[in-house]
């Protein structure tokens, strides 16, 4: 209810005033799927800032972090975007998958235990929010029961999606999969860390906004 | 080596009539607190998207608190409609509008069990035959 009053509002406010709020768009998707390197790419490249660390060991975003006032320029437009990056959703988690990463066993411990709050913080988010690009690693099988939960989620609360196929660099990278899994969905496919079709990307991220 | 295997493992079925008259919280705290007693459920139809990520933050609720418990996995089974006449599709359509997802099966348990049986999946054909 609240959140229906809120996007009246200011749907009213930029109808009298003739601006856009800022978006909130957050980035949701399996631990390591490579969120908040997108995220970086993204205010690295509209702020000079980057929004989080990243890591190959699983988990390192454990706390929601964000961005405001992203001024985004495509083809002679403008939006405002909030970045809000979200630590992955899994059903979930043992310390010990961390030793391997060769993380000690207090660190991964407390790794575990705040990674438990990051999943429980992300799925609160989500009802906070106005568009979200889920975020999937293209080299790992992408019917998972996690993708299909946040999906689900955002079908149910009516939250516009586009999906990234990231990591379209690795060798075993499969766009088609993704596809192919969810067909009903916009997808686009990138490398967030080599920065490869991020014009496609932003061509998406574009149409997106615009079914806010 | 370590040797592992795989204690009184017990499968749960549970009929949709039986939580359909549950609230979300109730539905998640019944099919929890099997899980965590190491049984793997196995719920007709399929759980409403908000009611898996209501599971899942419960799920990380607990792991923190309870001895030995790390999570759980979910899984949904759907019967494949893709290479199906018009017909079965539409009188399929037409049952789960009716009586809900009784075509899919929902299997939960907790991720520990799960992986003992990813690593030798002949210990549960053998407790099945059995």
Not at chain 1, 32 to 50: F, M, Q, V, Y
Not at chain 1, 96 to 112: I, N, S, T, Y
Not at chain 2, 14 to 41: D, G, N, Y
């Amino acid at each position: 209810m609240l959140r229906i009053l809120k996007n009246i509002s200011r749907k009213l406010l930029s109808t009298f005033f003739g601006r856009k709020e800022e978006i909130r768009i957050g980035f949701y998707g399996p631990p390591n799927a490579g969120k908040t390197s997108l995220a970086n790419r993204i205010c690295k490249d509209w702020t000079g800032a980057e929004i989080g660390q990243v890591s190959k060991v699983p988990h390192e975003t454990r706390h929601v972090q964000f961005k405001e006032k992203v001024e985004i320029k495509h083809k002679g437009k403008t939006l405002t975007f909030k970045i809000v990056d979200t630590p992955g959703i899994a059903t979930k988690i043992d310390y010990e998958d961390f030793l391997r990463f060769g993380v000690k066993r207090g660190a991964a411990k407390k790794r575990a235990k705040e990674a438990t709050q990051g999943i429980i913080e992300s799925i609160q988010w989500l009802e906070d929010m106005e568009a979200v690009v889920v975020v999937l690693d293209a080299s790992e099988n992408p019917y998972s029961q996690v993708n299909i939960t946040i999906i689900g989620n955002l079908v149910a609360r009516k939250i516009p999606l586009l999906l990234v196929a990231n990591k379209i660099d690795l060798k075993k990278a499969d766009i088609k999969k993704v596809q192919a899994a969810f067909p009903e969905y916009p997808v686009v496919g990138i490398s967030a860390r080599e920065g490869l079709h991020m014009e496609e990307f932003y061509e998406a991220l574009f149409a997106l906004a615009k079914k806010v | 080596m370590k040797k592992h295997s795989i204690k009184g493992l017990s499968l749960q079925v549970i009929p949709f009539s039986e939580i359909e008259h549950l609230s979300i919280s109730e539905r998640v705290k019944k099919l929890l607190a099997l899980v965590v007693a190491q049984k793997i459920v196995i719920v007709q139809g399929r759980l409403r998207a908000e009611e898996e990520a209501r599971l899942i933050e419960d799920t990380m609720a607990m792991v923190d608190h309870i001895k030995n418990f790390k999570g759980m996995e979910l899984a949904v089974i759907e019967p494949d409609m893709r290479d199906k006449d018009f017909w079965t599709k539409m009188r399929y359509s037409i049952a789960k509008r009716l009586v809900g997802e009784s075509g899919a099966l929902t299997i939960i348990g907790p991720c520990s069990l799960v992986r003992e049986i990813k690593r030798d999946p002949k210990k549960i054909e053998l407790l099945l035959a059995n």
